[in-house]
DNA sequence: AATCTGTCTATTGTGGATAAAAGACAAATA
DNA sequence: TATTTGTCTTTTATCCACAATAGACAGATT
């Protein structure tokens, strides 16, 4: 197999939503729009959908026969694509399974285990690499640093610095700059879950990063942008492999995330900067309970 | 060709100058210590000096017969990897070429134009993406986003929160570590290149990473460490191909590293801070002057 | 007893092949 | 005239093969 065909089965399933939505479907320039693929892909979407009699296809007459029934949909299993599974993978054995720093990581081994070939395995290893959890020993094997206590500090020291530079630039955002916007949604969004914490504390975790994202935008520096992947990625995964008072936990993140979005409101420096301060040092303290 | 057999070419090279200095050559895996190869590279060495008629080799006598000769030597083409060739071709092109922002960059055309296969192009791509340079588009091209002034003015903005921190982070180590040895070697540096400067000046780039490194490890922080590959290549490549006023350039920058260094090992954080601040302010600017 | 060598196996680095996906262009259509 | 479609070409994602290199182990040597 050269390449699985990944991106046909997602956005068949995504073209599955749209057309139970209507009776007869757009252009392929507008679907491929709609569902971010080409022409191509769109093409062959439809050509499937005529197979299995969801349409009738004939130039730019695409009429719906009939609603898309659970049946019709790929399995999730088939739509993720090789990066997402090899990152699972990898992550799970990392930071859930017992792996001890200065572990020797190997590309065939690792690629065997995750039925995939080398290639795949070796660029993940690269794009991964940035997060300074492994390290390349040329002509030989990766090792593993390990998700330890130093990496955490190191981790946050970093996070703190350029989370504060963020901060002071958020208050210095004029009023008709759209994150204040997207602002007040995720401020609506904590309240919501607030009042209803203890069914809706798991939603914490995708809030949580959509607003420290938000924040570190306001840098507008690329680099600071980009440290965001790191945080998120530790943190995510985090949040899924412990979850000791993690209704508690988010409790007081979601209140101190309130107390810190009212003093960027404010536009006062200072006051955004100590409310940052005291949520990142929380944050910090989570962080480093985990690790043993 | 599956792999180009350049890490035995350079540690043939580098084990020539060994065996200039002595008449008989010490055991395979001291060998291999010493070139930083394996024993199998270093067998596959002796193996062709034998050829060669530079040493008998039986066993543990591996005896001298002659020096070695200019043309005993490979060309130093044919010893750099082939990731350090990729990257010079590439910076080439968009440094030094007419680049624009927004240009695509097609791995295919790429591995071409260089010569080689895709898989190392684009294993090239992907490690080179963290500077920032370059982003992807999944299923498609890469977009170059350009050395631009914004490019510039965020990674300074990075390197100057990260150097004042470790520069703050340096005053306060113990005398004994390491690092002020090695800041002293480095201000001797400074001064026997200033003494003739008309000459040396051109020492100057390799004298400055060298410095900076040396400050940004003092933070023990990977993401700061890291980082400084960033500012690294940016500035090296920048040295190459920007040699207006070089001369008058450098000895300024050699000038602030003196005070800078002085006020580093004052212990004086304020001082270090103050020097810190304004060698970069006129790092920056430099900087700032060769875009367009 | 410790180290070294001979031999053998396993893994990495790199080019090449191929299906999936993107994209270009002209003819068709509204 | 502006889109849309049909057709065709190019590029990317992925697997595989193979030489270079690393590394393991037992027997030889000091």
Redesign the pocket.
Known sequence: ?????????D?YNRCLKVLAETSSL?????LGQVL??????V??ILGRFEEAKLITW???K?IVLRQPRPDDYFPTEETD???EIIERSFMRRILAGGAEPGMQ?????L?REI??????V??FLIRFSRFGLIE???????ILKGFTREFALELTEVREMFELRSAASFVALPDSHSAWQELSRIEALHHEILADIDNRYKEFSELDERFHLLVHKSSSNRFIVDFYDIISIVFHYHYQWNKTNARQRNARALEEHLAYIEALRSHDAKRAEEACRRHLRSARETLLQSIP
């Open positions: 197999m050269a390449k699985q065909n990944t991106v046909f089965k956005a757009p252009s392929e320039p507008e971010g693929v080409s022409r191509t892909t093409r062959a004939d130039k730019r695409k694509s090789l990066a990581i190997n590309e065939l081994e690629a039925g995939t070939g080398t290639t795949s070796r660029e390349k020993r040329p002509n030989s094997h990766w």
